[in-house]
């Protein structure tokens, strides 16, 4: 049998080709990288985790009108996506303080934004992911005017859905990262929702402990990553009953199994 062609290996997801034109395989890994991969590890069924939770959350954002590149989940790792060019800028919106702009601006983690902030970071690893201006993306052309008002539209559409949906079972979305890409239609670009939305990319912070439910777990050396992801999954919904015991107490779960 002849191997797919690989077209990109990331961080986080390999991507293949796919079996017709304009698709693409996105396979979905263990690995963690954090603080631009100067952390590497790995995290046990992760990639698993992230294509259900990433599935389900894309599913849901197009019954709203939330044009996004998922197709069909394949198998437990890989989902079918529509080949998109990426555009080279991470959407960050942020409805509470933390990480990096707490650090940049000297404002306490858990503040609760008196409005939600939308940032604009490049893609671009060897320079660290710097954030960027508005007035920069056009400069560059990295984007134009009119994608620019689509992104930020549809990231304020995806957060207003995503803080109900995470509200509602128990769960604060503090900040989460987006990625778009333009799906190519004859000579015309429309600008649709890429890459994934997962523990990986988002902080969730259970609302009645405060404990984070993401990937601060793994770059703070929290431990218990593995659990948070599950109990992500499980709150959506997303596990089968008795697959795997309910995680409330990440602490107590890690003592109790001596880790
Ligand atoms: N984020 C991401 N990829 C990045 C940088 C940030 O997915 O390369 C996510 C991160 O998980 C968080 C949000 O974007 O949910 C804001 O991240 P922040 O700017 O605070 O950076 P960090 O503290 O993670 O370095």
Redesign the pocket.
């Known amino acids: 049998m002849s191997r797919r062609r690989q077209i990109y290996e990331g961080k986080a997801k390999i991507l293949y080709e796919g079996p017709e034109p304009g698709t693409l395989i996105q396979y979905f890994k263990d690995d963690a990288t954090a603080f631009n991969a100067q952390k590497k590890g790995t995290i046990n069924g992760k990639g698993v985790l992230n294509n259900r939770i990433s599935e389900h959350i894309f599913t849901l954002l197009s019954t709203i009108g939330v044009p996004t590149h998922f197709i069909r989940r394949l198998n437990m790792r890989e989902q079918l996506i529509r080949q998109v060019e990426i555009i080279p800028i991470?959407v960050?919106v942020r409805n509470v303080a933390?990480?990096?702009?707490s650090t940049r601006l000297g404002i306490e983690e858990g503040t609760q934004l008196p409005r939600t902030i939308i940032e604009y970071y490049l893609k671009d690893d060897a320079l660290g992911?710097p954030l960027i201006a508005d007035e920069h993306i056009a400069c560059f052309g990295w984007a134009s005017q009119e994608e620019m008002n689509d992104i930020a539209d549809m990231a304020i559409r995806v957060n207003d859905f995503l803080c109900g949906l995470f509200a509602a079972i128990g769960i604060r979305l503090v900040?989460?990262?987006l990625e778009f890409g333009r799906l190519w239609e004859n000579d015309f670009a429309r600008v649709i929702l890429a890459d994934e939305i997962s523990p990986?990319?988002?902080?969730l912070w259970d609302m009645a402990s405060g404990e984070k439910l993401d990937?601060d777990r793994f770059?703070r050396d929290l431990g218990g990553e593995a659990e948070a992801y599950q109990e992500v999954a499980r709150r959506l919904g997303l596990m089968p009953e008795g697959e795997a015991t309910p995680v409330l107490d990440l602490d107590s779960h890690r003592k109790k199994r001596g880790k």
């Open positions: 991470e960050v933390a990480g990096s702009i992911d900040d989460f990262k990986d990319g988002c902080r990937k770059r």
